[in-house]
């Protein structure tokens, strides 16, 4: 075995037994009201079982950079096998992040069915989608998807605009190169849509206590996620921290999406193996 596979299961068995990330039961005794960043979680009814907290690549992302991507190839690299280390199996890219090829330097050093990958597309048609998904693949050097999202939806009426998307996405599905679908919603209008789309089966969202950088106040996105949740659909959260805004007030940022009890999973975006521990070992410290 080699060390990094021998330091990640030493970590894991102190709270559950990995069986990679297609079938991956807990035996921890999960403690009323406590969490860790490692817990087992499954995404809605998907089947998808993986952690907590998602190692987030897009801090300030688009045109293909971010605050993660400019850390470097190996710099990065190594910051999502540091989290691997310390348990995480939750990697959250996206084209418009430029991160794909930082994820599968990587995926070199891990056995890739204990990861779960998600990435973002913008295509909104079913050839540019077809077109991603070949090419995503082959920048993560993979030969399937965990989760694709189409990324950054605004508009109301998506499900019936976008529609050669979605099927371009539910056909990869069919054949395995993905597992889920879903979308990242950028409005409040969007993430209504997704909690009524039947196709939606992992929706991705912002939310955090002051609504920063949010599709409206928390209480109505709230109000949202816990119907995408009642549909079966997995709810992942993002911009936890408010893209920054929270940095001094990452106890309550952190407490108010664990204390919510509707989301599956969120993503946060270190960039520092300090930043990275320190969220973990906050994670651990909340009760709610």
Not at 37 to 42: I, K, Q, R, W
Not at 51 to 62: E, I
Not at 66 to 91: C, K, M, P, T, V
Request: overall charge positive.
């Amino acid at each position: 075995m080699r060390r990094r596979e021998f330091l990640s299961e030493t970590a894991w068995g102190l709270g559950s037994a990995w069986l990679g990330s297609r079938t991956l039961p807990a035996i921890a005794i999960a403690v009323p009201g406590k969490f860790s960043a490692t817990d087992v979680v499954t995404l809605g009814q998907t089947g998808i079982q993986t952690t907590r907290l998602a190692c987030g690549t897009g801090t300030v992302g688009f045109a293909g950079r971010s605050n993660q991507s400019a850390l470097g190839i190996q710099g990065l690299a190594d910051l999502l096998l540091h989290g691997y280390d310390q348990g995480l199996r939750f990697w959250d890219s996206a084209d418009a992040y430029g991160t794909h090829a930082h994820l599968a330097a990587a995926l070199k050093k891990v056995a890739r069915e204990k990861m779960t990958i998600l990435t973002k597309s913008w295509e909104r048609d079913a050839a540019g989608m077809r077109a991603d998904l070949d090419r995503f693949r082959k920048e993560l050097g993979t030969d399937y998807l965990d989760i694709v999202l189409m990324h950054c939806v605004t508009q109301s009426n998506w499900p019936t605009r976008f529609s050669g998307a979605m099927h371009a996405l539910s056909e990869a599905r069919e054949k395995g190169i993905i597992r889920a679908h879903g979308v990242s919603c950028h409005s409040l209008e969007a993430l209504r849509a997704a909690a009524k789309s039947p196709w939606v089966q992992v929706g991705l969202a912002r939310i955090n206590p002051i609504g920063a950088h949010m599709d409206a106040a928390p209480d109505a996105v709230l109000s949202v996620l816990w119907e995408m949740r009642a549909a079966g659909k997995g709810v992942i959260g993002m911009k936890i921290l408010g893209q920054g805004d929270m940095r001094h007030r990452v106890d309550e940022a952190l407490k108010f999406a664990l204390s919510t009890k509707v989301l599956d999973a969120f993503t946060i975006g270190a960039e520092s193996r300090a930043e990275q521990e320190d969220l973990i070992r906050r994670i651990a410290t909340i009760s709610v």
